[in-house]
């Protein structure tokens, strides 16, 4: 089974936050456009393994993390060689690499930061392209750390860090509207301050304008830090159910947020999802 689209109706944000719900299994490939010309310029393909991005790289010829871990040079050629001779097809290479000896626990988190978390801030970037998913594919051991994290935390990671939000302007909250939690029990993330204090206004009553205004931050802010929340499905973007000047805080704001995600799982398959989500951006 495939899905394509384009990055202009359905951005990598909401990709990710339907494989990390769906807990699906697959591979993401995200085809960017050069400005200059038609034709497509690069892929870049994801790994997901039941809803957490286990590789990301830029070719498929399974020399990505091996390249990378040749240019830190924290293992001699001759001994790097001969290690990935002897690794099993079916085992990820760092994760093999950490239990000979070869990698400590602190490169291999490096390793998997540069391969899949820096990448995907810069993915999130781009205004245009076209994605594909294949459900249908084996997962690339040898472009493999053993690390994985749910695609929606590495959403949250990535914007948080996002120099640039033009790709993602026409997605943002508008400062009309409000904010409403849709997870009343249990939390994926650990929120930072900001996106704190902003879900406290969860509740349907607040106008993004005017929660900017109470936190002294500006409208852009919160409306990027609204995203951020909707993208990872913590709360959903509602009009105002009540027109007030107060503002009312949520209750139970300051609960701990739980790192891990939870194993959550859905009525409807991945492509009823995607489906009922497009009908509901063009009746919206």
């Given at each position: 089974?495939c899905?394509?689209?384009?990055l202009t ?19 993401l ?6 400005p ?6 690069k ?8 809803g957490?991005?286990v ?5 498929l ?7 990378l871990?040749?240019q ?13 001779e002897?690794?099993?097809?079916n ?6 690499l ?41 997962l690339p ?15 949250l ?19 009309n ?9 249990k939390?994926h993330y650990q929120?930072s ?11 349907g ?16 802010k919160?409306?990027?830090?609204g ?15 009540t027109?007030?000047t ?11 947020l739980?790192?891990e995600?939870?194993k ?7 492509l009823?999802?995607?489906v009922g ?8």
């Amino acid at each position: 089974m495939c899905i394509t689209g384009y990055l202009t109706d359905f951005s990598l944000p909401e990709i990710c936050q339907l494989l990390d719900k769906g807990q699906q299994t697959g591979l993401l490939r995200i085809h960017t456009y050069l400005p200059t010309q038609t034709s497509l310029s690069k892929v870049h393909y994801i790994w997901v393994y039941h809803g957490r991005i286990v590789a990301l790289a830029k070719r498929l010829d399974h020399q990505g993390l091996v390249s990378l871990i040749t240019q830190s040079r924290w293992i001699s050629s001759d001994t790097f060689t001969r290690l990935i001779e002897q690794c099993l097809s079916n085992r990820p290479l760092g994760l093999y690499l950490k239990n000979r000896g070869a990698l400590g626990a602190k490169q291999l988190k490096w390793l998997f930061h540069v391969q899949v978390l820096q990448s995907m801030c810069a993915l999130f970037q781009l205004e245009a392209g076209k994605f594909q998913i294949d459900f249908n594919v084996p997962l690339p051991t040898r472009e493999m750390t053993g690390l994985s994290i749910p695609a929606t935390a590495a959403t949250l990671i990535g914007l948080r860090s996002l120099p640039n939000w033009d790709a993602l302007v026409h997605k943002l909250p508008t400062p009309n509207s409000s904010l409403v939690t849709v997870i009343a029990n249990k939390y994926h993330y650990q929120l930072s301050p900001l996106e704190l204090q902003v879900w406290k206004y969860a509740n349907g009553k607040v106008s993004l304008e005017a929660i900017a205004k109470h936190l002294k931050l500006p409208l852009e802010k919160v409306q990027q830090i609204g995203f951020q929340l909707i993208a990872v499905g913590l709360v959903k973007e509602v009009p105002l159910l009540t027109h007030t000047t107060a503002l009312p805080v949520a209750e139970s704001s300051s609960r701990g947020l739980l790192e891990e995600v939870s194993k959550q799982k859905l009525s409807y398959s991945f492509l009823q999802n995607l489906v009922g989500f497009l009908s509901s951006k063009v009746t919206a």
